[in-house]
């Protein structure tokens, strides 16, 4: 299989996908439990992608630099810090970190 078919599949499941979405009845759609179980999918996979992110390296976990400045961004979110703030800060936090020589 070439890389052609791969992305013409794969666009192809992403147009059905989304078309499908359109026929869903809009009471279903409103429904609270739906609402709610939408969000908080949202939620676990945006957790999920900043884990993988931040831990991982090829196939095996690795803890570095990334690891305290999610976590100083984490803390500055909660405390309500605007949002390129946090990412000052922790990228900052990070560069230092490896500077003075915690891998990463």
Same mark, same amino acid.
């Given at each position: 299989?070439? #890389?052609? @078919?791969?992305? =013409? @599949?794969?666009? &192809?499941?992403?147009? /059905?996908?989304?078309?499908?979405?359109?026929?869903? *009845? +809009?009471?279903?759609?409103?429904? *609270?439990?739906?609402?709610?179980?939408?969000?908080?999918?949202?939620? $676990?996979?945006?957790? /999920?992608?900043? &884990?993988? +992110? !931040?831990? !991982?390296?090829?196939? !095996?976990?690795?803890?570095? &630099?990334?690891? *305290?400045?999610? =976590?100083?961004?984490?803390?500055?979110? $909660?405390?309500? &810090?605007?949002?390129? @703030?946090?990412? #000052?800060?922790?990228?900052? %936090?990070?560069?230092?970190?490896? %500077?003075?020589?915690?891998?990463?």
């Amino acid at each position: 299989m070439t #890389v052609w @078919v791969v992305v =013409l @599949v794969a666009s &192809a499941l992403s147009f /059905a996908t989304k078309y499908i979405g359109y026929l869903v *009845p +809009q009471r279903i759609l409103e429904h *609270p439990t739906a609402t709610r179980v939408a969000n908080l999918l949202t939620v $676990a996979m945006l957790s /999920a992608l900043v &884990a993988v +992110q !931040s831990l !991982s390296v090829g196939q !095996s976990i690795e803890l570095d &630099a990334r690891i *305290p400045a999610v =976590l100083v961004a984490a803390g500055l979110f $909660a405390l309500r &810090a605007p949002f390129i @703030v946090a990412v #000052v800060v922790a990228g900052i %936090l990070a560069a230092v970190l490896r %500077l003075l020589g915690w891998a990463g």
